[in-house]
C-alpha cells in the first residue's frame, strides 16, 4: 500500500532553516507529482508547493524565495527546505500524493521569534 512518511520537523528560532523530508513507498515515486501542504492551529490546510515528475515547481507566494522542493527519485523521497523561517510558518506540515489523494502523517514546525 502507499505510504508517504513526513520527518525533519522542530523548534527553531526566527531567522533558522530546517529540512523536511518525505519518503514515499507503494508507488512508482518518479512517475508522480508530489506537494507539501501546512495547516497552522485553527487554520485550515493551504497548499505549499509542488514537485512535477521532471521537478518543476511552484510555490504559494508566502514562501517563494525562502522554501525550495526537491526531490531525489532513487530514494523514493520529496524534500522541503525552509530558509530564513518566521514565526507564521509554525504548522504541521504534510505531503501529499495529489495523483491519488494520499496523505503523510504530518510533521510539526515551530518558529519561535
Known amino acids: 500500500q502507499v505510504q508517504l512518511v513526513e520527518s525533519g520537523g522542530g523548534l527553531v528560532q526566527a531567522g533558522a532553516s530546517l529540512r523536511l523530508s518525505c519518503a514515499a513507498a507503494?508507488?512508482?515515486?518518479?512517475?508522480?507529482?508530489m506537494a507539501w501542504y501546512r495547516q497552522a492551529p485553527g487554520k485550515q490546510r493551504n497548499l505549499v508547493g509542488i514537485?512535477?515528475?521532471?521537478?518543476?515547481?511552484n510555490y504559494a507566494d508566502s514562501v517563494k524565495g525562502r522554501f525550495t522542493i526537491s526531490r531525489d527519485n532513487a530514494k523514493n523521497t520529496v524534500y522541503l527546505q525552509m530558509n530564513s523561517l518566521k514565526p507564521e510558518d509554525t504548522a504541521t506540515y504534510y505531503c501529499?500524493?495529489?495523483?491519488?489523494?494520499?496523505w503523510g502523517q504530518g510533521t510539526q514546525v515551530t518558529v519561535s521569534s
Open positions: 501529499r500524493l495529489p495523483a491519488r489523494d494520499y
Open positions: 507503494g508507488i512508482t515515486f518518479s512517475a508522480y507529482g
Open positions: 514537485i512535477s515528475p521532471s521537478g518543476s515547481t
